[in-house]
């Protein structure tokens, strides 16, 4: 088998070392990545004549067989196949530490190949922070169990008990008479495991052997470098928005202008006489250009005549009136509080009442390059290229979307622009999916910067009221939350009747989903509390930019800013420390949970002040004379077991309102740490994802458009905003650190959580002024900073 | 559609495509480079960054016509193989985190220490300020860059003199 040009390193392992027929239908070797060598479009037309898939069919993969999820190659090489894609955090990494050492195989002799559809078992993809708390249990179950088998296979060849022979880096040895050894790869050469293992579903797979304790494994627990990093740092990665398929056509969408829009006319003599012009593709209100070149169909998409009906009412409010329609919205049916003890009489007896009301806008997830998918519609299949977290899903939702029997449908998961959650990956796919279909040739589609911005999935705004009751002893002893999410008709993942082209083609769900509204994540005990999460929705819910979806942590971040600020505006009323009024809340409390979240919150907390320098006073503090206030905040939160504390340092320039986080510090505690060096950086880029969306992130919109279309109009973090130290502290505050089964729980998504009350709080402390709407913009921070006269 | 002649990585090419062709395109799709990525067609965010004449371009808003000179772009950094200092330092540091933006990452902070070997964090921050990256891999990228500007003031003639001396 010869060596495809410019494949992915890790598939062209897959292709050229022994696969003994386990690929016979991944027909991924007319694929090509890197294009034509060089030689140019000549050569690129003359291998368009070329299959580029099998004839399938792509059945899914049996969870219950060892061979699913372990390849043992004869050089005493393995490659492990997980349903799991990493979008940039390196569980790719740390699955191969965790399955390497249940394996008994050295680390560097291991690969690992995730989320394609055809080669690798169905466990849905990525997202929610599971990829080590949930996921990576079956693996190292598989793996475990695997190990036991070699060592009985070996114990047969040998003529040893098992119990007489040692494993290490998959060599089998008789202990009592080392020379006597026998490899992995000899055990199995020619042979597959043929092991079926038990259990009713992927999370529940399991063999007889038992996993390793923490105490015995080698590289789990350990810093190692991502695999996955050379390749992006020298250009050999290739990445889904780089295939190249034989035969490919270029595709653009031209998106209706307007929310709600109605297509009235296609002009298409405005581009057929266009260079390298295909075809108008258009259905319902769906409109795409195709090209035989990529800039052929951008200038086709930006050139054709299009007309289009208004809406007859407004889709939605202007930015600027969101919070204002937001309050008075008739929530969705069915919300019900969450209470504890007597609010009601807590704010009776009251010594001191405060009430405060926080504004989130929508966040978009503005990925950073536009969605795209290449599909292949050949020999009766479609396959997809996706970077998209959730290839599974986006498997079942392409078959139903283009009336496919599942198995005739397969997605190759590929590297992208950061997936941190359901994005427009999604709907990119089923558009190349479409128009592959129609056209009945390899389809690449690319959303523009403008589109990607403007009708990406958005994190849902929040508007949430608070009141606080303090005793006569500063003590918060009542507590009220009443957020509001702007959340109605929230988008699943991968669904084929809402994706975005299924909407612009008229299918409309029955009932649209109904959202969320998350209550606060934490462990103060507040004797008497009443909560609530209400959904509202705007006027339009189809066919809308406007649309919501997850994006890490899907509330999170919301709901954490409203509570963390307050929690800090109770401290400043009862003239209280800020940490010590938080830690006094949590040791107010008696009960911890099985993961010991409440000890664990006492941890992080005294490790962040403990790393920051933290100082006991109240807030604000002294305010400085010149131009530069210098501030901190702290706030605190978990998101399932991972608990999280972060410390700001801010400088906020009084003359221009702008806020500079100088020191950021984060503790974090994720139980047990598989990799530590990929965790500090997850957790920093998450910390900075934190920082820009309290003093960046904002969608703006107009009552018939979304304005924000580009970097300038929705801006991220930039260098300058860098912090000039950032500290991660990775704590375990299990009461016993070192126990032999410490769990891993999540990570990626639980440090942003609490940074945009970090920030705020830091501000407050470094100007007295309580700023209750983010992002913190200069020229927002400046109108509270005049008008409160500072 | 004319004749364009374009000198890439040290290889030199003519190619048949309307000239006001990105240089992004006829990059990735005819010449199969594919360091240089699309981000946002606007010039706004640095994934499509090259090298010409010294200094980092965004090809993404480039024609290729109008490229005189020879582009460099992240696969020629490495011509024999041996990792450019700044790509060993994004290694040591674990920079990226999708890693889709560290073409222009790398490619814009190469320009600069061609240019000024010693940056300040100042100058750093300013320099790499339009350079993007949605994973908010900034303060790795930061950390990556003075490592790497460590190991070229090592390897330089005049560094090998000091230590003599």
Redesign the interface.
């Known amino acids: 088998m010869s060596v495809s040009h410019?494949i992915p390193k890790q598939i062209e392992e897959l292709l050229v070392t022994n696969r003994r027929g386990f690929l016979r239908n991944a027909g991924l070797l007319a694929v090509s990545?890197?294009?034509?060598?060089?030689a140019?479009?000549a050569e690129a037309n003359a291998q368009s004549t070329a299959s580029a898939q099998g004839p399938g069919p792509y059945p899914d993969l049996d969870f219950r067989q060892i061979d699913s999820w372990i390849v043992i190659h004869e050089n005493n090489s393995a490659t492990f196949y997980v349903g799991k894609t990493d979008?940039?955090?390196g569980t790719g990494t740390g699955f191969r530490q965790l399955m390497s050492d249940e394996l008994d195989i050295a680390f560097d002799r291991t690969t690992c190949i995730m989320g394609s559809t055809d080669i690798t078992v169905d466990q849905v993809g990525s997202g929610g922070s599971t990829a080590m708390e949930r996921d990576s249990w079956p693996m190292r179950r598989v793996a475990a169990e695997a190990r036991r088998v070699l060592l009985q296979m070996a114990s047969t060849r040998l003529g040893v008990p098992a119990d007489r022979l040692a494993v290490n880096d998959a060599v089998i040895t008789v202990k009592a008479d080392p020379a006597k050894h026998v490899t992995y790869g000899e055990l199995l050469t020619g042979k597959k495991f043929n092991v079926t293992l038990n259990g009713n579903n992927v999370n529940s797979v399991t063999g007889q052997a038992k996993t390793k304790s923490i105490p015995e494994l080698k590289y789990a627990g350990h810093a190692a470098?991502?695999d996955?990093?050379?390749g992006?740092?020298?250009?050999s990665?290739?990445?889904a928005?780089?295939v190249?398929l034989p035969g490919m056509v270029h595709a653009r969408n031209v998106k209706p202008p307007y929310a709600c829009a109605k297509l009235t006319g296609i002009d298409e003599s405005s581009v057929k006489n266009l260079?390298g012009f295909i075809k108008v593709m258009s259905k319902g209100n769906y409109v795409a250009v195709v090209c035989e070149?990529?800039?052929?169909a951008?200038r086709a998409a930006r050139q054709l005549k299009t007309t289009w009906e208004k809406p007859s009412t407004a889709p939605f409010p202007a930015s600027e009136d969101l919070f204002k329609y937001m309050r008075a919205a008739t929530p969705v049916p069915g919300a019900t509080p969450t209470v504890a003890g007597g609010p009601g009489a807590a704010f009776a007896g009251a010594a001191k009442t405060i009430e405060a009301e926080y504004e989130i806008p929508f966040q978009g997830h503005?990925?950073?390059?536009?969605a795209h998918a290449t599909a292949d519609p050949s020999n009766g299949q479609m396959t997809i290229y996706s970077n998209d977290m959730k290839s599974y899903g986006m498997r079942r939702g392409v078959a139903t979307f283009l009336g496919m029997p599942n198995d005739r449908v397969r997605v190759t998961y590929m590297?992208?622009?950061?997936?941190f959650g359901r994005t427009a990956a999604e709907d990119a796919a089923c558009e190349a999916a479409w128009i592959a279909s129609e056209l009945g040739r390899p389809v690449r589609m690319?959303w523009?910067?403008d589109e990607e911005t403007a009708w990406d999935t958005k994190s849902p705004a929040f508007l949430v009221k608070m009141r606080g009751a303090l005793d006569a002893q500063g003590r918060l002893v009542g507590y009220e939350y009443n957020a509001r999410s702007c959340d109605y008709n929230h988008l699943g993942y991968n669904e084929p009747d809402t994706v975005l082209i299924a909407q612009l083609m008229g299918q409309r769900r029955a009932r649209p989903a109904a959202g969320s509204a998350a209550l606060p994540s934490d462990m103060y005990a507040i004797p008497n509390r009443r909560m609530i999460g209400e959904v509202v929705g705007l006027p339009a819910v189809w066919e809308t930019p406007l649309r919501t979806g997850n994006l890490r942590d899907p509330n999170g971040p919301q709901s954490a800013f409203a509570s963390e600020s307050f929690i800090d505006e109770a401290a400043a009323a009862a003239k209280a420390d800020a940490l010590e009024f938080r830690v006094n809340m949590i040791k107010a409390g008696t009960n911890d949970d099985n993961g010991f979240r409440r000890a664990r919150s006492l941890a992080v907390l005294e490790a962040a002040a403990k790393k920051y320098g933290w100082q006991p006073r109240p807030s604000p503090g002294p305010r400085g004379t010149g131009k530069i206030l210098t501030g901190r905040g702290i706030a605190y939160s978990f998101r399932g077991q991972t608990v999280v504390a972060e410390i700001a340092e801010v400088e906020v320039n009084r003359e221009t309102g702008h806020v500079w986080a100088k020191r950021l510090v984060c503790a974090h505690d994720c139980g047990f740490v598989v990799n530590p060096?990929?965790l500090r950086?997850?957790v920093?880029?998450?910390?900075?994802?934190g920082?820009?969306r309290a003093i960046h992130e904002e969608v703006r919109f107009d009552t018939e458009k979304v304005t924000s279309v580009?970097?300038?109009s929705h801006p991220?973090?930039?260098?300058?905003?860098?912090?000039?130290q950032?500290d991660i502290v990775l704590v375990n505050g299990d009461p016993n650190p070192n126990r032999p089964d410490l769990p891993p729980y999540g990570a990626g998504e639980a440090s942003l959580k609490p940074m945009l009350a970090a920030i705020g709080n830091a501000i407050h402390d470094a100007t007295g002024v309580r700023i209750r709407r983010v992002p913190f913009r200069d020229d927002r921070v400046l109108a509270a900073l005049k008008a409160a006269g500072v | 559609?004319s004749k364009i002649d374009l000198k890439v990585n040290g290889?030199a090419?003519t190619?048949?495509i309307?000239p006001s062709?990105?240089l992004l395109?006829v990059l990735?799709?005819?010449?199969?480079?594919?360091?240089p990525?699309?981000?946002?067609?606007?010039g706004?965010?640095g994934?499509c960054t090259v090298i010409v004449n010294g200094a980092a371009v965004r090809s993404c808003i480039l024609p290729a016509s109008s490229v005189k000179a020879e582009v460099t772009?992240?696969?020629g950094?490495?011509p024999n193989g041996r990792?450019h200092p700044l790509?060993q330092a994004?290694?040591d540091e674990?920079?990226?985190?999708?890693?889709?933006?560290?073409?222009g990452q790398?490619m814009t902070a190469k320009a600069m220490l061609d240019k000024n070997p010693h940056p300040t964090?100042a100058q750093?921050?300013?320099t790499?300020?339009?350079?993007?990256?949605?994973?908010?891999?900034?303060?790795?990228?930061?950390t990556a860059i003075k490592r790497a500007a460590r190991t070229l003031a090592d390897q330089s003639p005049a560094s090998q003199k000091e230590v003599v001396a």
């Open positions: 410019g990545f890197g294009i034509y060598g060089g140019g479009l979008p940039g955090q470098h991502r996955d990093i050379p992006k740092v020298d250009g990665t290739k990445w928005a780089d190249k260079p070149r990529e800039e052929q951008i503005t990925a950073f390059a536009g590297q992208g622009p950061q997936g690319q523009m910067r060096e990929s950086t997850t920093e880029c998450g910390t900075l994802h920082l820009s580009d970097w300038v991220t973090l930039r260098h300058a905003d860098v912090p000039e950032i | 559609m290889h090419h190619l048949d309307e062709t990105p395109y990735r799709n005819d010449l199969g480079l594919q360091g990525k699309f981000g946002c067609g606007l706004q965010c994934a772009t992240l696969e950094l490495a990792l790509q994004w290694i674990q920079v990226p985190q999708c890693g889709f933006c560290q073409n790398i964090d750093i921050r300013e790499m300020n339009g350079t993007l990256c949605r994973c908010m891999s900034y303060y790795r990228v930061q």
